[in-house]
């Protein structure tokens, strides 16, 4: 009886689910999550479909998994097609203010991006009628894509788990619906979420409450497996005794950053003669202000991960897109934070409260000075370099993994779905109860009555005092 016992729990704890990985493809660090947690899925054994409708053509080339083999594309509509060329255009930002003033026209964008992503997939059912047929157990995917919710209900799927690429999800995305009816809808289902993954880290985050359902599984995407430097990589790093890297992202470009800028950087950087700048440029007129200066590498493409592994490389400057803050602290380099947009304020404030990152505006990259200044101070205090290691072995060395962390709690949605139990009952007060106004109320009144009386009372004894007074 007790070996029986014993092989039934290991069936169970073993057995193969049929999971939909939903990650529209729209940006290079998102895609990058969704293959990761694609492929410890498929590593585990399960039956893992990664279903990637293109919005933004370029990163059609790239392949966001390795061992998930079942990849389903969908190609766009011309709508969305041209809303997937907004995406690759923000050199805007460069020198527009990201302010709260903005959230409404980005909470507007992602709107139209999902309503015209469902009516892609609305125009596509044979593909959806086959994807149908793997009768899946569970759909992963993005809250700013609402519409997985009616493309779960086409598929039949019961069950649901929310990723979240960004450290914090405020759910900004859901408060500007021109429609009540996708305003109500997405709301309504969205806490059915069996749990909802976060690309935070308690370790690296700020510390802040949150509930059971809440899973931190932040530099899950980050391999330690890296591949080997090819050789001309290998070469540059050995040109100089030292090695800085500078890349920007794949959405925010260096080749758009203000003239003035790379003018300001280029002749920063000349100031270090002993060190080698690899900076990921992705145009060819860097003629125009860097001409002569022999220790910048420039690059069009750049193996970051690779190159932050790398013992030789001594620091990095980046935009703080978290996908770059995770790499950068799991890999123990001191950085140069540089926020152009969207989270990034905030991954940047994250990283440098652990004191191995300086934090510089990119209004001030036109001031050669303070470039470097900062570049100086995290290449040679060690101060940056003891804080950034210690990080590291933090998140190396994390009692629970992220990897195990997101595993287990996969299989456990995809077996038992909905977790009602999980949902706390704040959720079903109104505003009044949630915020206590009806406490404060209540109370309010009775001070106000016990001040009225006791206001009164006083008036009452005095009266009576002034009344005994006279007849004396």
């Excluded at 279903?51 to 998994?65: A, G, K, L, Q």
Aim: neutral net charge; hydrophobic residues 40%.
């Amino acid at each position: 009886m007790k070996h029986t016992t014993i092989f039934l729990l290991l069936i169970s704890s073993t057995t193969p689910y049929n999971i939909l990985v939903f990650c529209p493809l729209f940006g290079h660090s998102h895609s990058t999550f969704f293959g990761r947690l694609a492929d410890i899925l498929t590593e585990a054994g399960h039956n893992v479909t990664m279903f990637t409708p293109t919005i933004v053509d370029e990163f059609r080339n790239f392949s966001y998994t390795k061992l998930t083999k079942d990849v389903v594309y969908l190609d766009p509509s011309p709508k969305l097609k041209a809303i997937g060329d907004l995406i690759a255009g923000n050199s805007r930002y460069w020198n527009q203010e990201f302010s709260l003033n903005v959230i409404p026209e980005t909470s507007r964008f992602f709107q139209s991006l999902a309503n015209e992503q469902h009516n892609v997939l609305s125009e596509n059912l044979p593909l959806l009628d086959e994807l149908k047929k793997k009768n899946f157990d569970l759909i992963l995917f993005e809250t700013i894509f609402t519409c997985a919710i009616p493309l779960m209900d086409y598929l039949e799927i019961k069950a649901f788990a929310l990723a979240h690429t960004v450290a914090f999800e405020a759910s900004n995305y859901y408060t500007s619906y021109s429609n009540p009816e996708e305003r109500i809808y997405p709301l309504q289902r969205l806490p059915d979420a069996s749990f909802v993954f976060t690309n935070s880290n308690p370790y690296l985050d700020f510390p802040r409450a949150t509930i059971a359902k809440n899973i931190q599984i932040g530099g899950i995407s980050v391999s330690m497996e890296t591949r080997k430097l090819g050789e001309e990589w290998d070469r540059i790093l050995n040109l100089r005794n030292k090695n800085f890297l500078i890349a920007f992202g794949s959405v925010i470009l260096s080749k758009d950053m203000p003239f003035e800028s790379k003018v300001s950087m280029a002749r920063a950087m000349k100031q270090f003669p002993d060190v080698t700048f690899i900076w990921k440029y992705e145009d060819s007129d860097t003629d125009k202000f860097a001409e002569g200066i022999q220790n910048i590498h420039f690059s069009k493409w750049i193996p970051q991960r690779e190159l932050l592994a790398d013992a030789r490389l001594s620091a990095f400057m980046t935009h703080g897109g978290l996908g770059s803050v995770n790499e950068v602290s799991c890999m123990g380099k001191p950085s140069i934070m540089c926020p152009i947009m969207g989270d990034q304020m905030r991954n940047t404030k994250m990283l440098v409260r652990h004191n191995g990152s300086i934090e510089i505006s990119k209004y001030d990259l036109g001031n050669s000075d303070l470039v470097e200044e900062v570049m100086r101070k995290v290449l040679y205090d060690e101060s940056y370099k003891i804080a950034a290691q210690r990080l590291s072995d933090h998140l190396r060395n994390q009692p629970v993994s992220p990897k195990d962390l997101f595993l287990k709690h996969t299989e456990f949605a995809a077996r038992f779905g909905k977790l009602s139990s999980l949902d706390p009952y704040s959720r079903q007060m109104g505003v009044l109860e949630y915020f206590m106004i009806d406490l404060v109320l209540i109370v309010t009144v009775i001070l106000v009555i016990l001040c009225l009386f006791l206001y009164f009372l006083l008036k009452l004894v005095c009266k009576m005092s002034e009344k005994k007074m006279k007849v004396e």
